[in-house]
């Protein structure tokens, strides 16, 4: 377990000496312009509020675990006091005072105290070792945010990335019905082909232009939600979408997968709770121990000077008797967030399998389609080279040709689509095991040479 702990703030820490040494790169990032995969991570990873939440989780616990420290330090706390003192009537002379000025009287005084706890029989011990788990739960908390966002950040460009292919489809979709518009009509202008192909080639137009405004929405959605995850708050662009081959398969055992996402930075915070939990139910246990302090006090004081000087020092003993049974609920609701704990925990591990049946099935779906669509582009842009040659030779009709057209533009936007889609599922893996993405794998590497 401590070994599991380590290596994740080891993760931590380079993580954020990597971004600590690109501050210039993350600030200059021009607010218009193609956003990279490196570029969005680099600006996610160092400015979400996401993440400055976790800092301010990490600071508190690391705080919280400070002031119970010094609850048992040494304190030190210095004292005085001035006080004037008139009279105005004496009840021994029997007669008011006059000249009030000449019956004045001043006195002072001054005190050092220090206290010091000698021992609360573990009370504090045990507070201390609860507070110390909260913090390394905080640390690991701050671990699986970043793991999340990562993965959140590079699945949302690659959804911009497949919104703007599909748009490209589109566009490319509508300029082959407007050409073939132009076509059609110098053939119905010299009477080769009927008026009806003219009619059939606008709808064709109309159609196309439909569809690509859907695709144009598609996009600005797709950007709208890559500047929510990265956390820019201005203009986004992404540049022109790449369908280069697949990685190559990688292993998909769901009992290896499972054996190694019980590292994931979750599932350790949740342990680490279960832990707390129970320190705290030894510290609601430690509340019917005794407490033995010390004090020592100098003090100065008097009406003149040189002023009376005093010390002392002491030994105190605070034992409970009787707490009418706080101290038993108080182990009560210990114990109880302890279940609550284990439960947590346990819905995590329950849940953990599923996750990775789905991030398993997602990659081998979208592998599959791609596959399927690689054959059927072939195909459809084999088809629409066929009607095309058939309609310009004047044996083809123009209903065979829009089909082909559309055919083969719905061939484009399945291939991409399911290209895209597979690196979504794969990213989705990666989240799912808790790694990070394999691109900032390289720049931490590459930032310790």
Known sequence: MKHRISNSLTLILLLALLLACLPEKCAAQPASGPWTLEDCLLYGLSNHPSLRQADGSIESARAGLGVTRAGIGTQLSAQGSFNRQGQ??????????????????????????ARKVITDFGQTAARLRALSKDLQAASTDKLWTEIQLAAQIKSALLTALKSRSLL???Q???????????????????????????????????????????????????????????GFNGEMAVGKPSTASLPDALPLDVGSLMDEAQGRPDLQSARIQIEASRARVESAR???????????????????????RGWAFGLSLNA????????????????GNVQVSEARHDQLILALRNDIETAVTGIIDSRKRFEATTVLLQQASETLNLAEGRYEAGVGSAIELSDARNSYAGAQGSHYAAYFDTLIALANLDRVLGRFPPEIKGWIAGGTE
């Open 88 to 113: 105005d009537y004496s009840k021994a002379a029997r007669s008011r005072i006059g000249g009030a000025g000449d019956y004045l009287t001043d006195s002072t005084s001054e005190s050092l105290t």
């Open 172 to 230: 490319e979709n509508l300029q082959a019905f407007k050409a073939h518009l132009e076509q059609v009509k110098g053939f119905v202008e010299v009477g080769s082909r009927p008026p009806y192909d003219v009619t059939k080639a606008e709808v064709d137009v109309a159609n196309a232009n439909v569809s690509l405004i859907g695709s144009e929405s598609n996009l600005r959605n797709a950007l709208s939600q890559l500047r929510k995850v990265v």
């Open 286 to 308: 430690n509340g019917r121990k005794p407490t033995l302090s010390s004090s020592a006090n100098y003090s100065w004081n008097g009406t003149t000077t040189p002023l009376d």
């Open 168 to 170: 490209a489809v589109q």
């Open 320 to 335: 409970p008797i009787f707490d009418g049974k706080a101290t038993d609920f108080s182990v009560r609701q210990a114990k």
